[in-house]
């Protein structure tokens, strides 16, 4: 089992930085695939990036991309999330996830194991 605990949300302005973690406990990450999905009010879950632990392999949502960046700590067992240049379309709960196999995978369906969310707001 793998248990994961997101911290860093909160409320910041348009053009604002905010930086996630996610901790991961039961397992360590160097086994496991993690990746950060949202989910907007009245929206359904969606990709925002993912990082193949071993190997450092990243993909990111096209929404995203240039902005946000995902890092590891392998020491810490934990997964960064920097989002940068923050719009009000990116107001969300904001979700890690994990899988136990290897391969960057796009699917909440994917992924095996789920952080309770942390809520970003981005005021205009």
């Known amino acids: 089992q793998v248990q994961l605990v997101e911290s860093g949300g909160g409320l910041v302005q348009a053009g604002g930085s905010l930086r996630l973690s996610c901790a991961a406990s039961g397992r360590t990450f160097s086994t496991l695939t993690a990746a950060w999905f949202r989910r907007a009010p009245g929206k359904e879950r969606e990709f925002v990036g993912a990082?193949?632990?071993?190997?450092?392999?990243?993909h990111y949502a096209g929404s995203v991309k240039g902005r946000f960046t995902i890092s590891r700590d392998n020491a810490k067992n934990t997964v960064y999330l920097q989002m940068n240049s923050l719009r009000p379309e990116d107001t969300a709960d904001y979700y890690c996830?994990?899988?136990?196999?290897?391969?960057?995978?796009?699917?909440?369906?994917?992924?095996?194991?789920w952080g309770q969310g942390t809520q970003v707001t981005v005021s205009s």
């Open positions: 990082i193949a632990w071993s190997v450092g392999n990243l």
């Open positions: 996830a994990a899988r136990g196999a290897s391969g960057l995978r796009f699917s909440p369906s994917e992924y095996d194991y």
